[in-house]
């Protein structure tokens, strides 16, 4: 089994940053593949940046890129999204996510599905003011 508890969301205004945490526990071949997702009100869940754990081999969403950073701690168990730039179309309640890799045709990797994801936190807010 493994458990994940996400913190450090909040409220700031446009151009800020924030870094978020997921603590996680349990066996960590099941969580091989890393990410955070986002979902906000109206709208469907949306992968944001993921990591294959330990390779640091990372994918995110073309709206992220070069303003979010994913990262992990090994030691710590712990993944971080740091977020900066932040712009009102980045709120949103974010999710961490751990999973196992998929097959892409002949390759073996993350996936940025959520579906792929069998385990999933509880959620920290986002908000980001104009």
């Known amino acids: 089994q493994v458990q994940l508890v996400e913190s450090g969301g909040g409220s700031v205004q446009a151009g800020g940053s924030l870094r978020l945490s997921c603590a996680a526990s349990?066996?960590?071949?099941?969580?091989?593949?890393m990410a955070w997702f986002r979902q906000a009100p109206g709208k469907e869940r949306e992968g944001v940046a993921g990591i294959y754990s330990g390779r640091s081999r990372t994918w995110y969403v073309d709206s992220v890129k070069g303003r979010f950073t994913i990262s992990e701690d090994s030691a710590k168990n712990t993944l971080y999204l740091q977020m900066n730039s932040l712009k009102p179309e980045d709120t949103a309640m974010y999710y961490c996510a751990a999973g196992r890799r998929q097959w892409a045709g002949a390759v073996l990797s993350c996936s940025t599905n959520g579906a792929t994801y069998n385990y999933w936190g509880q959620g920290t807010q986002v908000t980001v003011s104009s």
């Open positions: 349990g066996y960590s071949y099941s969580r091989e593949c």
